[in-house]
C-alpha cells in the first residue's frame, strides 16, 4: 500500500474528512488533499504526526510505512 492509499484508508476508516484530519494533524487541508493524490510526500515531522494519529485510533500502520517515517 502507498501512501495515499494509506491516508485515504485512514479517513475512510475515521470517518473523517479532509479538514478534520489535517486540523488533527496541525496541517492544511489542502496538504491532506494532496497526499492523497500523489502530489506530495510528507516531511518527516508530518509522516510521524500520522503515525501517532494513527497509532491512538487504532489504525494498524504498513510496514514499509513505518520505515519510510525512521
Given at each position: 500500500?502507498?501512501?495515499?492509499?494509506?491516508?485515504?484508508?485512514?479517513?475512510?476508516?475515521?470517518?473523517?474528512?479532509?479538514?478534520?484530519?489535517?486540523?488533527?494533524?496541525?496541517?492544511?487541508?489542502?496538504t491532506?488533499?494532496?497526499?492523497?493524490?500523489?502530489?506530495?510526500?510528507?516531511s518527516?515531522?508530518?509522516?510521524?504526526?500520522?503515525?501517532?494519529?494513527?497509532?491512538?485510533?487504532?489504525?494498524?500502520?504498513?510496514?514499509?510505512?513505518?520505515?519510510?517515517?525512521?
Open positions: 500500500m502507498d501512501f495515499s492509499e494509506f491516508v485515504k484508508k485512514v479517513r475512510k476508516d475515521l470517518k473523517v474528512s479532509q479538514v478534520d484530519l489535517a486540523k488533527a494533524l496541525n496541517v492544511n487541508f489542502t491532506i488533499n494532496r497526499w492523497e493524490n500523489n502530489r506530495v510526500v510528507p518527516n515531522l508530518a509522516m510521524k504526526s500520522l503515525i501517532d494519529y494513527c497509532q491512538n485510533n487504532f489504525i494498524d500502520i504498513p510496514e514499509e510505512l513505518l520505515k519510510q517515517s525512521e
